[in-house]
Each structure stands twice: as C-alpha cells, then as structure tokens.
C-alpha cells in the first residue's frame, strides 16, 4: 500500500511554468514504476508522463514532449512533473499514480495499470 499526495499546481499565464510534487509514503517507492495523468473538465482521465522505477526510462503522450519533464528521487519517495511553456489545454486536474510493477510495462501509459492514486491537484493555464 502507498499513499500519494500531490502539490504544486496553480494558476499560471501561457508560456509560464509550474513543478508538481508528488509525495509518497512507505519504505518501498523504489519499487513503484511512477505516472502522471490529467483529467480536463468533460474529457476522460489522459495519460502524460510515466518513469520506471530507476527512473532509466520515461514516457510522455506527444501534446507534452519537449515541454514537461518526470523525474524522481527516491531517496525523498517523490516524483516530479517539470511543466514548461505551458498551454490553456493543459489546464486540468492533475494525478500522481502508482504502478506496483508486476505488469509487463515498465513506463504504463494506461490507467489501468496502476494501483495508486493521489487526489489531483488542478493546474489552470490562462491565455
């Protein structure tokens, strides 16, 4: 079991950028591949970034490449989303989740591949 808390987001101008936080807590986050999702007002829950458990290797939807960045420290049990030059269609709530790693994906990009949720925390980009 892991329990997810996100941080960070805001409202920003387009072109601005904002850095997501999402804690974690247990002894065991380096066993968690990591992603991160987001959900507009009337759209489904969207695929953005996801990170392996060493982090070696990610994954980005093509909207965001080039633009945002997932790392992590698994010393500190948090992932970070680096989101640059930001879009009004990033605007959304924004979801931290976790991947027990039994699956055959090392960076899912599908919901249903994780286990863990955090609460969201909304982003609003204004034009």
């Known amino acids: 079991q892991v329990q997810l808390v996100e941080s960070g987001g805001g409202l920003v101008q387009a072109g601005g950028s904002l850095r997501l936080s999402c804690a974690a807590s247990g002894r065991t986050f380096s066993r968690y591949n990591m992603g991160w999702f987001r959900q507009a007002p009337g759209k489904e829950r969207e695929f953005v970034a996801a990170?392996?458990?060493?982090?070696?290797?990610?994954d980005y939807v093509d909207s965001v490449k080039g633009r945002f960045t997932i790392s992590r420290v698994n010393a500190k049990n948090t992932v970070y989303l680096q989101m640059n030059s930001l879009k009004p269609e990033d605007t959304a709530v924004y979801y931290c989740a976790a991947d027990n790693g039994l699956g055959p994906f090392v960076v899912p990009s599908s919901a249903s591949n994780y286990d863990f949720w955090g609460q969201g925390t909304q982003v609003t980009v204004s034009s």
């Open positions: 990170i392996s458990r060493s982090g070696g290797d990610t």
